[in-house]
């Protein structure tokens, strides 16, 4: 149920399951199918990134840096301004933001780099040679 709630996009849900009817079903079919990942793995990387915090050393970024976010990430929600305060620390960040679609899966987005390879070799075109 935490991968419905946290990876998929609302647009993208939508598109797929437009009515109540089919929402249920899809949901009912994602918690049919079986767990595959290890639930003391899954325990271990929330535990981990717990009290994570990268702020304090964002400062000390020299190299240009190439942020990529979707629209309808549910995990890291544009909405609440987050990202930029993180931005500003470092002198050369840029940030490309995917639109949210049918097409976009929320926090998943990144898993497809159909949604970003242009702006990320536009990046890398531009980045300094370490020659």
Not at 4 to 19: C, D, E, R, V
Not at 65 to 78: F, G, H, Q, T, Y
Request: hydrophobic fraction near 45%.
């Amino acid at each position: 149920m935490f991968s419905i709630a946290t990876t998929g996009g609302i647009l993208a849900y939508q598109s797929k399951a437009p009515t109540r009817d089919l929402a249920d079903k899809m949901v009912d079919a994602r918690l049919a199918a079986p767990v595959t990942s290890d639930a003391n793995d899954f325990i271990y990387i929330w535990n981990f990134s717990a009290d994570y915090n990268a702020m304090p050393g964002l400062e000390r970024i020299k190299a240009p840096m190439l942020v990529i976010n979707s629209a309808d990430d549910e995990r890291n929600p544009v909405e609440i301004g987050s990202l930029e305060p993180a931005l500003k620390k470092v002198k050369q960040a840029s940030l490309f933001l995917i639109p949210a679609s049918a097409e976009s899966s929320g926090h998943g987005t990144m898993m497809s780099a159909r949604f970003y390879r242009t702006a990320l070799g536009e990046f890398l075109a531009k980045a300094p040679s370490n020659k």
